[in-house]
């Protein structure tokens, strides 16, 4: 059925070292949602992309959404400790939603 | 706003055991949803209120999961019998609307050992 890749599964970063991670799906998205997860904590809406090729900023976070709308990524500039958690995507087709596995980032001091 | 509120945070009961979990949506929230996450696993998705109406239950596992949504404001998840498998975190959201664009909210999540 529909799958949702989530890559890497864990990153391992210093701290000031960018951090990206990636959400393809083998089929085209309606539209895409970002969350994070910190240890020990729920999930927590980040930001939502919907047009092809959009891209969308919040401080040292850019989030794109795909020209075909089947990829999506999250890039984290400058790492910080705060950063530390999973990020989740939720990927949304005609049909149904489905959530990405997590990229769990951990950052070195 | 309050937001979502869960209900126990911690369980640990025996395999066999009945388990009940709560769930407190944001207030107007009709939208309701049930999910589980075991360690190292995506977010599984088990069913979907509107109101007290079940959406979409494709998610629940077997019929040993009962969600119930009386009154369309409250929502308790059983488990009955708890088997080994079951453990992980349950987490609740809410949303204002239904429609795949709308953002949900988490609650903090129950964790649910069965032993």
């Known amino acids: 059925g529909q799958q949702v890749m989530q890559i890497p599964q864990y990153q391992h970063v210093q701290e000031g070292e960018d951090f990206t991670t990636y959400c393809n799906s083998s089929t085209t998205l309606s539209n895409i949602q970002w969350y994070k997860q910190r240890p020990g904590g729920h999930p927590v809406f980040l930001i939502q992309?919907?047009?092809s090729g959009e891209v969308k900023k919040q401080k040292r976070l850019t989030f794109q959404f795909g020209e075909a709308k089947k990829n999506s990524s999250l890039h984290i500039t400058a790492t910080q400790t705060t950063d530390v958690g999973t990020y989740f995507c939720?990927?949304?087709?005609?049909?149904?939603?489905?959530w990405g596995l997590g990229t769990s980032l951990a950052v070195n001091p | 706003e309050a937001g979502v509120t869960q209900f126990p945070s911690h369980s640990v009961i025996e395999k066999g055991q009945t388990v009940t979990l709560r769930c407190d949506p944001i207030s107007g929230h009709d939208n309701l949803y049930w999910y589980r996450r075991v360690m190292g696993k995506e977010i599984k998705f088990l069913l979907h209120f509107v109101k007290e109406s079940k959406q979409d239950e494709s998610g629940m596992p077997n019929n040993r999961f009962l969600a119930e949504r009386t009154g369309g404001t409250y929502s308790t998840l059983k488990v009955q019998p708890a088997e080994l498998e079951d453990s992980g975190v349950y987490f609740c959201a809410s949303s204002q609307g239904g429609g795949r664009t709308q953002p949900q909210h988490f609650g903090d999540g129950t964790r649910l050992s069965i032993l």
């Open positions: 939720r990927a949304g087709n005609n049909r149904k939603l489905i």
């Open positions: 992309l919907v047009k």
